[in-house]
């Protein structure tokens, strides 16, 4: 807890973008006008900090962008801030400015970052995890993986259309090179055959087995979801692959890319960003600092920021011998 009164504060998304940051941003900033404080907008992260890019917002300010995907704050990776003399700058300004204390809307290098800026300048800080991967410990949510997931859901029942008329094999790529949950949630809405993802070992000589037995009874349509991190790589090599082994097989390769971090947020992103928007102002207003507000079981969770790190999910096996019992 901290003892510093806080009166104006700084809202910031850092790292890559996710559908609902606005909807955040939108919550604490009038969440802080409510309570009485001032409410600064810094612009692309912590460059924007370094740059005095800072400025002050009001509830016009936010108006009518709930809807919107991307943010209006603009999102950026800063060298600069992972260096001293970058946080001194970034300190000064904040100092001109009168700022208090900080929200940072992004993923666990932006919690990392905060954690460092407090350590050194003792300005209260707290974290919003905004990531389409949710692989952060201390949140079973985080804003912009629903409508990341139901993005590739729709892009993927197109895809399926296709392939059916063809029968083909199609390989589908999702986002996640070090997390699967988009390619599970996926690839289990949408009925995968097979699903690839970094988190557990996939049996080469089990898929090929199964892709064969499968072409032996023509049963030709065949989907593979693979996250950008799979055990075997990208959908491209796992192809590669899949050629060499079973060369009749017609493949094809699909890679969803960045339509998965763009559009219109879900529902239930606008509600999780708006919920801890809210959360992130009273939490500087009850005197806490350096921790990020998360969701556990329904109920908001504070974890220290140097804790809500990237988190290997525990995805269950018994979801894997489910994918595969129904799509025989
Ligand atoms: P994503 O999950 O999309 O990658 P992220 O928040 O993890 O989002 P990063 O690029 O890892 O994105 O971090 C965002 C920024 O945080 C970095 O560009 C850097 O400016 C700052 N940062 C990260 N780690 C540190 C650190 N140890 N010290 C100071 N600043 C840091």
């Known amino acids: 807890m901290n003892s510093t009164k806080v009166t104006k504060i700084g809202v910031m998304t850092s790292g890559g973008d996710s559908p609902g940051m606005n909807a955040a941003i939108r919550a604490v900033v009038r969440t802080g006008i409510y309570n009485g404080l001032e409410v600064f907008g810094i612009v692309r992260g912590y460059n924007g900090l370094i740059e005095n890019d800072i400025f002050k917002m009001d509830s016009r300010s936010v108006a009518n962008i709930i809807q919107r995907g991307g943010t ?24 001109k400015h009168g700022i208090n204390g900080l929200v940072i809307i992004g993923g666990d290098g932006s919690f990392k970052g905060a954690q460092t800026f407090s350590n050194e300048y003792d300005i209260p800080c707290i974290g919003l995890p905004g990531t389409i991967d949710k692989d952060i410990a201390g949140t079973d949510v985080t804003i912009g993986f629903d409508t990341a997931v139901n993005t590739a859901v729709e892009a993927i029942d197109k895809i399926r259309d296709t392939m059916d008329a063809h029968d083909r094999l199609f ?73 060499e082994r079973i060369p009749n097989a017609d493949t094809r390769v699909c890679i969803l890319g960045h339509i998965q971090r763009g559009g219109s947020p879900s529902c239930e992103d606008r509600l999780i960003a708006s919920h801890m928007g809210y959360y992130a102002v009273e939490s500087l207003l009850c005197g806490r600092h350096n921790v990020m507000v998360g969701v556990i079981n329904n109920k908001i969770h504070y974890t220290p920021l140097d804790k809500a790190v990237k988190e290997k999910q525990k995805i269950g096996q018994e979801w894997m011998k489910i994918v595969k019992i129904l799509a025989s």
Request: aromatic residues 4%; glycine residues 8%.
């Open 72 to 95: 209006i704050l603009k999102t950026a990776r800063s060298k600069a801030f992972t260096t001293p003399e970058g946080r001194a700058t970034a300190y000064e300004n904040l100092k």
């Open 171 to 243: 390989i589908v790529e999702v986002m996640g090179r070090d997390a699967g949950y988009i390619a599970l949630h996926s690839g289990i809405a949408t009925g995968a055959e097979n699903i690839l993802i970094p988190e557990t070992k996939t049996d080469l000589e089990d898929l090929i087995a199964s892709l064969t037995e499968k072409e032996k009874r023509r049963k030709l349509v065949n989907l593979v979801v693979v996250a950008e991190g799979g055990e075997y790589g990208d959908a491209n090599k796992l192809e590669a692959i899949i050629k």
